[in-house]
């Protein structure tokens, strides 16, 4: 394991906000990071894993504790049980869209439209990260981790890992501790294997998004090409000419709501129906079993609706900033807070707590922070 002198985490994360931590490492392989972690978590002291530092929010204050850096890279692409799968073996460090512009590259299908998401590949499943109708939760098989209170190392599949919408068992959302404390060392995903041919696209989401037609057939890099266009017109892809990209992606979370509350919204509120599980477990005893099964009770499934709409409808436009602050809605997104020069995470959470009271005032939602974050409070 190597220790590096302390830097300000302003310098290591998108944000670019936060101060330096205590002592910092950088592990450039599976043991040298497997070492650190245990000797970090055998002294007891506060700690985080950093990747690409595109989805912490840091505070301004010196962190007092120690930050390992996942710098490890590397992909091993394996046969898939399935006919016409690839499978796909990343280290944690390798860089997100280093990984998609590789599966396009090769012909595999299935996360190209999360083309341009800033970031490390161990940092995917913890958020579940996705983009236009695509989600990793629908192409990941399993993570190597190592889990916090044992040491241990082991291969989790997929179904364990609690993947949600912008969520997992792993994820440090706001004001809660992850439900099992451990870092990925690597992931395994099974992507389709469609050549470089043109093809019909599903899911509307992506469809819409890129002006096609139900019919209309795209190769993958076509795809790839014009999501990172979409992506770039937007401000969502890392460009350091560009301070609307100085920010952590989306900050709030589209909100999932029932649907009767998604009924008291504007119907011009953008909204996707969340799938219901369609398949739930009925138990009855054989002692009672009098041959008549109930039908299942009709259940309405949850509305995912956007958060960018909600802030813009409620008075908060691209580019607001508060006076005298350096920090400023992206003038292409209403959902990237950005620091537009030296923006302290101070003035930058003045900015959140601002946006969060006037949606809350207007529409009775109050939205959640997407990032992590780390000695900083909203």
């Known amino acids: 394991m190597t220790e590096v002198a302390p830097v300000a985490l302003s310098r290591l994360t998108t944000l670019r906000t936060g101060g330096a931590p205590e002592r910092l490492f950088e592990a ?92 490390t590949v161990g940092a995917a499943p ?66 389709a294997e469609v050549g470089h041919e043109q093809r019909t696209i599903a899911g509307d989401q992506l469809r819409s998004a890129l002006g096609l037609g139900v019919d209309d057939t795209v190769s993958v890099a076509w795809v790839r090409e014009h999501v990172l266009a979409t992506r770039a017109r937007k401000g969502m892809v890392l460009d350091a000419d560009d301070p609307d990209t100085y920010s952590a992606g989306s900050f709030f979370q589209n909100a999932v709501v029932s649907a009767s509350f998604a009924r008291t919204l504007p119907a011009a509120c953008p909204r996707w129906p969340v799938a219901p599980d369609l398949d739930p477990i009925l138990v009855i005893p054989l002692s009672a079993f009098d041959g008549y099964v109930p039908p299942p009770a009709a259940v309405e499934s949850d509305v995912k609706v956007s958060a960018a709409w909600l802030i813009e409808h ?65």
Request: charged residues 20%; negative net charge; glycine residues 10%.
């Open 314 to 378: 409620a008075g908060v436009s691209k580019g607001f900033k508060l006076p005298r602050s350096r920090a400023a809605l992206s003038s292409k997104h209403a959902l990237a807070l950005t620091n537009r020069g030296e923006a302290t995470a101070a003035e930058l959470a003045q900015l959140a707590r601002y946006i969060q009271g006037r949606v809350q005032a207007e529409f009775g939602l109050v939205l959640q922070p997407e990032p992590v974050l780390v000695n900083v409070e909203l």
């Open 28 to 119: 450039t392989t599976t043991a040298e990071l497997i070492a650190t972690l245990r000797d970090v978590w055998s002294s007891g002291d506060p700690w985080f894993v950093l990747g690409g530092g595109s989805n912490l929010f840091v505070g301004d204050e010196p962190f007092d504790g120690t930050v390992v850096r996942i710098l490890t890279e590397g992909i091993e692409r394996m046969p898939s049980p399935r006919p016409g799968f690839a499978r796909l073996k990343v280290e944690a460090g390798h860089d997100w869209d280093a990984l998609v512009a590789y599966s396009v590259a090769e012909g595999l299908a299935g996360i190209e439209a999360m083309s341009g998401i800033p970031g």
């Open 126 to 191: 913890v958020q579940n990260v996705g983009a236009y109708g695509q989600e990793i939760v629908q192409t990941l098989v399993e993570v190597d981790l190592i889990d916090e209170a044992t040491g241990e190392v082991s291969t989790v599949p997929a179904a364990e890992l609690g993947l949600g919408f912008r969520t997992s068992a792993l994820k440090h959302h706001y004001g809660s501790v992850p439900a099992r404390r451990a870092v990925i060392l690597s992931v395994t995903l099974e992507l």
